[in-house]
């Protein structure tokens, strides 16, 4: 019986922080709405997307040089150039010119330009749901303890797909928003940034995956029976190793490796944005972006990593990570995992979520790199 209140008690936890993480994301969709519908002409949280079209024209790269070394000279931007050939008719000789990439205004999927508050439309109606659903599945726990069913905890103690499916919607939305936001409009590095940060998420259902594999090793075990290795060749040159002796530890490994492959680079690339374009200013009166965008920047980079602890936290505690000392992992020890994992992403995608979208709503009319009428 204590064991089962204390199962019970941890729903009732999850339930309590899901009813207040809808009702938070509730509220910040209707006043996204809200200011947006104030907004009225105002074209602030519009984003308008280009494509790098490449000219080949000489007189354009010589005039773009120049005008570049003179209004700019203290930057010391180069324009980039490639030499063009074409073949020209009754020549034996091809036309060489110089060309360089200019944006050129672009319409991908029929859409003309990226609105800041439509995201957050998105980030805050699928997180509402999300969280709704997750009242429901307590709700249909508890509805089982009173009828005095066997309460079924699989919604909490398994991979969770409803989440991994919620973050892949939601978390591209937030780093387009930021890409956006930092004056990176280039549509082939904004669709590759939300692709790169969709599959992450793919990947950390795989990692929950291979937490529930190592719970049914625990079960299939046989004591005292020496457990079968599976060999681990990383490339054909080394030895047979028994570094991950588990499928559990190498379904976690190669799912761990290329999502933080990603993180890195999806941050690698917003922040080197930045940073670049706080070096490139052609006098000491220019503007320089907002302090709101630099604490955004930061917090969220921040709050995307804390995502990373918890998996770690997860895989140390169930003896995932490769080269460690072997421990003995209980079923109980993967559910009670499971559990507490729940309840910090839980809070960790509300925190950044409602920051995020807050700090938004409260600068967007002010904010300084935007498409005018």
Known sequence: MKAVASVDHRVTDIKYLARAAAFIHFVCLGLSFVMWLRSGDQRSAVYELYRPAFVANSTLVTAAQS???????????????LQAE???????????????????????????HMNGYHLLWVIFG????????VVFECRKVKEQER??????YDFFTQPCASRWFE???????????????????????????AAAQGALCQFGFAMECAYELRKTEAEEGVPGEPVKHIEFRPFPVVPSTTIMPNMSQQLWYWSFVPSMLLHVLVWGV??????????????????????????????????FSFFVLVAVWQALKLDMVPLRKRTTVTADQVKDAFFVSFKQYTVLSLVAKAMLGLTYLANVGTFPLYTPQ
Do not use: H
């Not at 700019?72 to 180069?78: K, V």
């Not at 892949?168 to 937030?174: H, Q, R």
């Not at 374009?277 to 006098?283: D, G, I």
């Open 167 to 193: 973050y892949a919607v939601t978390s591209p939305c937030m780093v387009s928003l930021i890409a956006a936001s930092l004056a990176i409009r280039d549509i082939n590095t904004i669709l590759l940034l």
């Open 147 to 152: 009828q005095g069913l066997t309460m079924n």
């Open 270 to 303: 917003l922040i080197s944005s930045y940073v670049e374009q706080m070096n490139t200013r052609c006098a000491d009166a220019d503007g320089k972006p907002p302090d709101w965008l630099v604490v955004v920047l930061i917090l969220q980079a921040v709050f």
């Open 126 to 133: 699928v997180s509402f749901l999300a969280q709704a659903n």
């Open 86 to 112: 074409f073949a020209v008719a009754n020549s034996s000789a091809p036309l060489r010119v110089r060309g360089t990439w200019v944006p050129a205004q672009t319409t991908p999927f029929a859409f003309v």
């Open 67 to 81: 005008q570049l070394a003179q209004s700019c000279a203290r930057a010391g931007l180069t324009v980039l150039t």
